[in-house]
């Protein structure tokens, strides 16, 4: 992946993530900032929280991946690194009017955090035994996958 790729990885990571953020962290009901959710009904609502955390995982495991070889502890990190920021937002908005601490959330973040973190395992594996095209350096019919670099 070229350098630029990875920029844009890491530029839309972090979109998302303040997006996730700032979603997390709005009012609800009534008010100057209220009623952006109103579009949503609670089970709705809930449901999205299972992709969003998945979704994150995601893009963090791929844009760690532009950097560094990540291997299955490094996606175990940054799945428990996104758990954490979805305990912390649900126990932020216990104090944001309209909003409530939800242990059910928590515990959609949570799996949504472990299904991000399985699907990111089986694309790097995936990507890794991807045999490479013959003009890459391997030797003239021979395909070799990128772990025997």
Not at 47 to 72: D, E, F, I, N, Q
Not at 116 to 122: E, F, N, Q, Y
Request: glycine share 14%; hydrophobic share 50%.
């Amino acid at each position: 992946m070229t350098w630029r790729r990875g920029t844009l990885l890491w530029v839309l990571t972090g979109g998302y993530a303040l997006a996730l953020v700032t979603a997390s962290l709005l009012p609800s009901g009534e008010g100057p900032l209220g009623g952006w959710d109103a579009a949503f009904t609670p089970d709705v609502q809930d449901a999205l929280h299972l992709p969003a955390y998945a979704g994150l995982v995601v893009l963090v495991s791929a844009a760690l991946a532009t950097r560094v070889r990540l291997k299955v502890a490094g996606t175990v990190w940054v799945a428990l690194a996104c758990v954490g920021l979805g305990v912390m937002m649900e126990c932020c908005q216990a104090f944001i009017p309209g909003r409530t601490c939800s242990l059910k959330d928590g515990l959609v973040n949570a799996a949504g955090a472990v299904l991000g973190a399985v699907g990111s395992l089986i694309w790097q594996r995936r990507r890794r035994a991807r045999p490479l095209v013959v003009g890459d350096g391997a030797a003239p019919g021979k395909a070799t996958g990128l772990a025997d670099r």
